[in-house]
Nanobody, 120 residues
Framework: QVQLVESGGGLVQPGGSLRLSCAAS????????MGWYRQAPEKERELVATITRDGSTTYGDSVKGRFTISRDNAKNTVTLQMNSLKPEDTAVYYC??????????????WGQGTQVTVSS
């Protein structure tokens, strides 16, 4: 089993910044990919960003150029730096971990979610 603990959500004004962190623990030998998804009220869960063990990144179109994902393989942590936040970034953000390459995107282990609210 893998446990994910997220931190860093909160309320921020438009144009502001937040940093989300997620730490994975449990029966882990290595992690293929770590990432973040988000879900706004009455919307589908969507990809925010993922990063593989070798550092390859993928970003959702709506966050490119504003968000940066990074990870520490030794500590099994992933961080999402969010800049130039917009009200439409408001959502619950979920940490996601895929232990194996064979596990499709959007599957694997999930954190409990952390609320990000962008509002003046």
């Amino acid at each position: 089993q893998v446990q994910l603990v997220e931190s860093g959500g909160g309320l921020v004004q438009p144009g502001g910044s937040l940093r989300l962190s997620c730490a994975a623990s449990g029966s882990i030998l290595s992690i293929f990919a770590m990432g973040w998804y988000r879900q706004a009220p009455e919307k589908e869960r969507e990809l925010v960003a993922t990063i593989t063990r070798d550092g390859s990144t993928t970003y959702g179109d709506s966050v490119k150029g504003r968000f940066t994902i990074s990870r520490d393989n030794a500590k099994n942590t992933v961080t999402l730096q969010m800049n130039s936040l917009k009200p439409e970034d408001t959502a619950v953000y979920y940490c996601n971990v895929r232990l194996l390459r064979s596990i499709p995107s959007g599957y694997g282990y999930w954190g409990q979610g952390t609320q990000v609210t962008v509002s003046s």
